[in-house]
């Protein structure tokens, strides 16, 4: 007997790298008119690399000890930002010490006890991990941006010295800004949420709610991301949207490589799946492709959910309608492709 179209699509779906877990998704794969494209995993490597880190002013750390006690907090997690923070402090040869009470908090970071201290390791805008005094976490931003920008708002090139997690030999720990010095023309944080001037994703680390320093995370773009970007577009006739957690400085460097307009940045996992479904309630069918924790809401809400694979999270992965297990981008537009084929000679 000939095999039935979907069926004969899911296998060569395989071939190509994607594992579709049934011929009703395989069938949705073809009737998406909209991609929505998550940044960190999917759009970029997902391998970060530190390549900023600052302790604050009066924390009593070194680079080296912000980076242990950060690592500490990090470890069970699996989140890239995670493993980065842990082989950079492995790189560095910096003992880890063990943590109790560990807690993630998809798309805002982790917290745990480390040395009777609670240490949180999270987004800025996210007031840490979620427990850390909000006060507390301003004055640790302001304090940062002062230091990046001088308090004549200049950016001093010798103070932003920051060196990558592949030698990681010339972390420097910088100097500290005079004491009590603010810069009274970025004191309203209200109008300015995004002071890093880094393309990278900053996050900052609290002990016992007090900000202690910051660490400045770098991830590549996947080679494919562009051509994977422009394909969806010919495919859907609509620009693909990108929904990500991350601040909107790196996620428009992202949007500008892959020729994305329409950029949604500081998303927690809730903005994401109302995303999707603010585009499916105006009529769209939305494929959505993630990778993390943090996306299962949205891979769940759309019509079609891929999962990238590789670095994929486990709960991603079962949530997904397809799962991309070679590591390759293009693969994305080639099985919406190969869905609507087979769904013609279905029908
Ligand atoms: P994305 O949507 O870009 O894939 P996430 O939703 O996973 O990213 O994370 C959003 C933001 O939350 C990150 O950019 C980071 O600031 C923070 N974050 C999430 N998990 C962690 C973690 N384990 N350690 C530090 N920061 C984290
Ligand atoms: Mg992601």
Redesign the pocket.
Known sequence: ATMPPLLSAIATAGRHGVLVKSAVAMERLGEIDTAAL?????LTEGTPEVTDVSPLPGSGLDADALLALAAAA?HP?E?P??RA?VGAARARGLRIAPATGFA?T?????SAVVGGCVVE????E?GGAGAADRMHLVDGVRDLDDRMHGADGMQDAADRRSVVAHGMQDVVDRPSPADGRRNPARSDLGSHPHPHPSAG?T?LVTRDSTPVGTLTLTDRLRPAAPAATAALAALTGTTPVL?????AHAAGRVAEATGITDVRAE?F?ED?VNAVRDLQLAGRKVLFV???V??APALAAAHSGLAMGRAGSDLALETADAVVVRDDLTAVPAVVRLSRTARRLVL
């Open positions: 998550d940044k960190t995993g999917t990090e997690s989140h930002l995670a923070v993630a998809p798309g805002r970071g982790v390791v999270g987004r800025v996210a994703t996050v929904l990500t957690g991350d601040n998303l996992p994401k993630g990778d993390g943090n996306d």
